[in-house]
């Protein structure tokens, strides 16, 4: 067995991303996924045994590099509204200059491809977010409802403000980062 080159590897979840975001995850075999790495489809199979395993690889990826992304440069310390909107701007940032890797995620999250181990993964590295939100409904800083709602309003005006951004239907402004930040906010707290 040839040793695995980081390099190819890199290029794999790249063209991984950029495939699923041009086209859709369900149509993508492994062939596609090859040539547009640059590689032969048997050298890709050296790493991947088949699709699945190739997409939570690309996920796990992914959804670390995110969650890590989103919380560095939040200061612990600050009020929860800073550390929050701290947050939300680091993910908008996030989904504005990597949107083939969130376009992957948010489709590979929903499919029946992902593996019960992947979900695990997600929910474990996600947790110190999780934790700001129950310190914020512990404080009753944030409205007790249950955290699917609040993840989805939090998640969804990111989305949207992004959606928005790209499509040059408002400017990345503070400001206009500012009024969006405000409309969700508002729909979080007590």
Known sequence: MRPKDEKK???VIAATCRLVAERGLFD???TDIAKAAGIGTSTLYVYF???EALFNE???RAKLEAVAFYGDQIDPTAPLKARVRGVWNRMLDHRLHRH???????Q???SPLISEESRAYSERISQGLMQMVAEGQETEILKGVPLPFLTSTFIGSV????RMIRAGVITDSEDSRGV???LCWDALRS
Do not use: C, G, N, P
């Open 58 to 60: 690309v996920y796990r």
């Open 9 to 11: 590897l890199e290029a």
């Open 180 to 182: 969006a930040f405000q």
């Open 159 to 162: 989305r949207e403000t992004a």
């Open 108 to 110: 590979f999250i929903s």
């Open 100 to 106: 083939d890797q969130v376009t992957f995620m948010e």
């Open 49 to 51: 045994a088949h699709r």
């Open 28 to 30: 993508l075999a492994l």
